[in-house]
């Protein structure tokens, strides 16, 4: 073969195809190959191609890496349509100037792009057998809608200069069991994967997206392994979309909220999600999602950082939902996304105001409470009383602190229990303190009847009535214990023992002092 790409003469031992191509590229423009049989066109089908449709991976290499100048007025470009490139496109650490758009195309073998850089390629409805593109750099787009990976697609430390588009692509498992592998890697701007179909683990740990992650209407599957999305440390500036997807649009680019009576596909996810220690700028959205987990997958969300959560998916029938250490600003939630018992892990998870999503009534809030908590642990009461009460629902606050009580009075042994439930009936652990009003009206009511019903005999001049020890216990008794009460339920641990000692100590002190001042009187 005689090289005559320097000069723009074509090069000996082309075949009509490749000649083609080579002019096409000279000339900017699209070189097209379909039949106009859309069975035959298909690049995912099994018609066959023959050699009228196909070029050598080494020519398109050729014109890409040291390709022919182009025509006078024109830029050079590879855009091909309808093509099967045989052998393997080998581009490993070449840098590739022209514009590369390739749409309905098929590969014979795999894609090799590692350490390469592009200006922007498209690859738009190929078949691809793999694509290999770790640590490739583009400084524009990176475009693989409606794309088919037979054989899964690596881009581990890639670096994409704007947008990254998965839009519609189906990609099945490597033999490591893994979908997408894009571990380190970084995008400028937007990661569209909207409809996007998974089949192995989507691993994008550490990643990090300039704008927001979309994938809208994805249906990610892993039946072979833990999780079918392990994300872990990733970083998304604004937000990330766990969303339904508008269906009919052949290309979703917008990234826009489905109109009204559009027919939607739900982001559903067949195995666990791992989101631990990610970044979400604006919010992480899961709203209609679904999950279809096994007893030993979750919904790993720990230590996430975000001003908003919206958590309105459906409640997952089997598997975890871990929320441990998350820090979020507004909660937007609903009672029929969450978990039952045992299936919520809320430990130091942390949120500045509730936001649901239709009818959230205290009782349902409480049992979302007592879900996240399989042993006692006054936290996640605190932090709902908190935030209830700084949105002024302090009468809401409060009865989250009396639920909160209730739950530990079921560790205490039996003493401790008696005495729980006399607080409670009494002035509700404190939490009432009306109830102390009526038991004093009551005590009142009951003296009263007694005295007005007792035989006084006639005062002579210089006596008093007789001394009534009760009555004397009652006064001494109620500040004491009034006191004892106010410090055992606003103090904590070994303090509340010693403000319990304090009511005891009372009620002795005034029998004992009632009983001495009687036995005086009686003396006398």
């Known amino acids: 073969m005689t090289d005559g790409a320097g000069s723009g003469e074509l090069p000996d031992g082309l075949t009509a195809t490749e000649a083609g191509m080579w002019q096409a590229f000279r000339n ?12 035959v066109d298909d690049p995912h089908g099994g018609h066959p191609w023959g050699p009228e449709r196909s070029v050598r991976a080494r020519i398109v290499c050729w014109l890409l890496l040291d390709g022919p100048p182009a025509l006078a007025g024109r830029v050079s470009s590879l855009k091909l349509q309808g093509v099967l490139i ?18 309905g195309c098929r590969f014979e073998k795999e894609i ?14 190929c078949s691809v057998p793999r694509l290999e593109a770790a640590r490739v750099r583009t400084e524009g787009d990176l475009h693989l809608p409606r794309c088919r990976f037979h054989n899964g697609a690596r881009l581990t430390d890639a670096h994409i200069g704007t947008d ?113 220690d990610g ?77 649901p999503r239709g009818r959230f009534p205290l009782a349902e809030r409480l049992k979302w409470v007592s879900a996240a908590t399989a042993e006692y642990n006054p936290e996640p009461y605190e932090r709902l009383a908190t935030v209830l009460r700084n949105g002024g629902e302090d009468a809401d606050a409060r009865e989250v602190l009396l639920a909160k ?69 009652l006064d001494l008794l109620i500040p004491v214990i009034d006191l004892g009460q106010a410090g055992h339920w606003r103090l904590r641990g070994g303090w509340q023992w010693a403000a319990a000692i304090v009511i005891v100590l009372g009620w002795i002190l005034a029998t004992t002092v009632a009983a001495g001042a009687t036995r005086m009187l009686r003396r006398s």
């Open 405 to 473: 009580q209730r739950r530990r009075r079921e560790t205490l042994p039996l003493a401790g229990k008696l005495w729980g439930y006399a607080q409670d009936w009494t002035v509700a652990y404190g939490y009432r303190p009306g109830r102390a009003a009526v038991w004093m009206a009551v005590l009142w009511a009951a003296s009263s009847v007694a005295f007005a019903h007792a035989d006084h005999p006639p005062l002579k001049p210089g006596e008093g009535p007789n001394w009534n020890a009760a009555l004397f216990a």
């Open 86 to 103: 045989t052998d393997v496109l080998d581009l490993a650490g070449g840098t590739i100037v022209p514009y590369v758009e390739l749409k």
């Open 164 to 276: 990254l588009m998965l839009n519609q692509a189906v990609v099945y498992r490597d033999r490591r069991g893994r979908s997408i592998t894009g571990d380190g890697m970084t995008v400028g701007q937007d990661l569209q994967a909207e409809m996007l179909e998974s089949h192995g683990e989507l691993s994008l740990r550490g990643a990090q997206v300039g704008v927001s992650l979309s994938l809208r209407g994805a249906k990610l599957a892993n039946p072979y392994g833990k999780r079918a999305l392990n994300a872990p440390q990733l970083t998304v500036e604004r937000t990330l979309h766990l969303t339904p997807a508008g269906v009919g649009n052949p290309l979703l680019t917008s990234g826009t909220t489905p109109a009204r009576g559009t027919r939607v596909q739900r982001f559903e996810c067949q195995g666990g999600i791992r989101l631990d």
């Open 279 to 355: 970044r979400f700028g604006d919010a992480l959205d899961l709203d209609r999602a679904r999950f279809d987990l096994g007893d030993d997958q979750e919904v790993s969300l720990r230590r996430i950082q975000t001003p908003e959560l919206r958590f309105l998916g459906e409640r997952p029938q089997r598997g975890k939902v871990v929320l441990s250490g998350a820090r979020v600003g507004n909660l937007v939630d609903k009672v029929s996304s969450w978990p039952g018992p045992g299936n919520l892990h809320m430990g130091g998870f942390s949120y500045d105001s509730l936001v």
């Open 28 to 39: 900017g423009s699209v070189y097209d190959l379909r039949s106009g049989d859309a069975d």
């Open 112 to 125: 090799l792009l590692p350490e390469a850089r592009f200006t922007t390629v498209r690859l738009v409805d």
